[in-house]
């Protein structure tokens, strides 16, 4: 939990199209400093697309997104600089399939940061011991499983010491024994105040470690809520479905 109050991400009033499709209906939402907010909802429900915007990788039609009280750059040097302190994992892991994970993470720090290689190296050694794949650090990302190259992923964003750290259905690529230890390590990084944004569809997630669940449908947020009282008494007819149906799925399985 976080008892400083200041803002790293806000959204005011964000809008956002794909042709004749509203995907972001006027997104007004904080995350506050050490905070970690789950986005839940349908499939289509524009939670990828909100997350993406975040960090530019989606531009938006109205409204205003800042980052730690600045409004986010719309281009070149200063958007690259604040990019690199909001670290993104992608749900299909986006390593460098020709570099080994050790070069995928000393990359960034090296040209971007302009860390000296051997610095570098031993914070990436020191990242992916973190995330129990030290061991893998010479393979390239084919050699590894889904959930070794998404711990790298997380390691590589690490690598860029970001203020904040946006997940995008960060398990969803992920055969089911895989996706406890991915979880595992953004548990612990919650646990160590880490600033988190996640788009999930791993309900018992969200619910141990969220301080906030955000529930999204139809490019809204429909409703906001502590995890207890969201997953113990949803306000909205739209939420209860979506739980129910959730709990059915997981009864089949």
Known sequence: ??????????????????????????ISLTVKKGE???????????????CRAINRLETIDSGEILFEGEPLPREGKELAQMRAKIGMVFQSFNLFAHRTILDNITLAPCDVMKASKKNARQEAMRLLERVGVADQAGKVPAQLSGGQQQRAAIARALAMHPKAMLFDEPTSALDPEMIGEVLNVMTELAQDGMTMLVVTHEMNFARRVADRVIFMDGGRIVEENTPEAFFSNPKTQRAKGFLSSVRMQDREL
Do not use: A, W
């Open 1 to 26: 939990m976080t008892e400083n109050n200041q803002p790293v991400i806000e959204l005011r009033q964000v809008n956002k199209h794909f042709g004749d499709l509203h995907v972001l209906q006027d």
């Open 36 to 50: 970690v907010v789950v986005i839940i909802g349908p499939s289509g429900s524009g939670k990828s697309t909100l």
